[in-house]
Nanobody, 125 residues
Framework: QVQLVESGGGSAQSGGSLTLSCAASTHISYCMVWFRQAPGRERTGVAA???????KYNYFVKDRFTISRDNAKNTLLLQMNSLKPEDTAMYYCAAEPSKHYCTGFWFRANEYDYWGQGTQVTVSS
């Protein structure tokens, strides 16, 4: 069992920055992903990190968001820069400890068994 707790959400102006954290109850050397879900929309993957530190990004955050991890603190991070109003959503951390590498469908919510409770990000124009 893995427990995940997100933090760091809040409000930002368009063009601003926020950093999200996901604290895990175990080591995090496996597939971990940040998702987001806006009201009335599907939950979709934002960025993923594999056990070897390699990363994947969805096209709508590429070059603006950076996923990273602090192994000493068992924490996954998401640095969000150049925020846009369309980034407004609940952001979730997800983990799949059975996989060292996220699959080609890493952006699909049904790939993951473990989820945090989410942290809200609101970006105003």
């Amino acid at each position: 069992q893995v427990q995940l707790v997100e933090s760091g959400g809040g409000s930002a102006q368009s063009g601003g920055s926020l950093t999200l954290s996901c604290a895990a109850s175990t080591h995090i050397s496996y597939c971990m992903v940040w998702f987001r879900q806006a009201p009335g929309r599907e939950r979709t993957g934002v960025a993923a990190m594999n056990s070897d530190g390699s990363t994947k990004y969805n096209y709508f955050v590429k070059d603006r968001f950076t996923i990273s991890r602090d192994n000493a603190k068992n924490t996954l991070l998401l640095q969000m820069n150049s925020l846009k109003p369309e980034d407004t959503a609940m952001y979730y951390c997800a983990a799949e400890p059975s996989k060292h590498y996220c699959t080609g469908f890493w952006f699909r919510a049904n790939e993951y068994d473990y989820w945090g409770q989410g942290t809200q990000v609101t970006v105003s124009s």
